[in-house]
């Protein structure tokens, strides 16, 4: 199944209460060039090292996949993983490490591209350019600041803003990339969440 075809059967805006969440198989979402092999995850509002998560990959090209989670018919991305091509045998292992969101989404991109491209010269201009390319939903941006450029995949955090467990992604013994869990297993949302549709 495809990202596209397991959102499409979504029903309404917000999961109810008292439902636990059942995850969805991985699905595919494409791929990004990390080339300098520094793989950040963070908001893509603060993009510095220091505000999101970094591990060290092999440059190149890195799968991104997400899983989904249904609440009786409602669905909602409960994790993401990005890791290297040509990579088999994935095992996951705990960083210890969170990333905070304040905007409803996650970005995805290579640390040192992102930092050769704007800081400090085109920073407002990166803003501007996020401003006009964030949707809300699943984005693929590429950015180009002088002939500097780098790729940033935009992903919708579970439920919102919110400050999620990152994992380590390894293979024979090397870290390959890193997992952002929005959503554990069986989770269930207590309270209810105001929406258009339960205000009228």
Not at 19 to 43: E, Q, R, T
Not at 56 to 69: A, D, F, R, S, T
Request: hydrophobic letters at 35%; charged letters at 25%.
């Amino acid at each position: 199944m495809t990202v596209e075809e397991y959102f499409s059967q979504s029903v309404g805006d917000f999961p109810k209460p008292n439902i636990s969440g059942v995850s969805g198989p991985w699905m595919p979402l494409g791929s990004m060039n990390v080339p300098y092999g520094k793989l950040w995850a963070g908001d893509p509002w603060i993009v510095t090292e220091e505000d999101g998560v970094v591990v060290n990959v092999k440059p190149g090209l890195c799968h991104v996949e997400i899983q989904g989670m249904d609440f009786e018919g409602h669905r909602r991305i409960a994790r993401v993983r990005v890791y290297c091509d040509e990579v088999t045998d994935l095992q996951i292992k705990p960083m210890n490490k969170t990333v905070c969101i304040d905007v409803g989404e996650l970005g995805v991109s290579d640390m040192v591209a992102i930092s050769q491209a704007i800081e400090p010269d085109h920073y407002e201009d990166y803003m501007e350019d996020l401003n006009a390319a964030s949707s809300g939903g699943l984005e693929y941006v590429a950015f180009d600041y002088e002939g500097k450029s780098f790729e940033m995949i935009l992903i919708p955090g579970g439920l919102g803003d919110g400050e999620y467990d990152v994992f380590e992604l390894v293979s024979n013994g090397k870290t390959v990339g890193l997992e952002i869990e929005f959503l554990p297993a069986d989770f269930v949302l207590d309270t209810e969440v105001q929406t258009r549709d339960n205000e009228s």
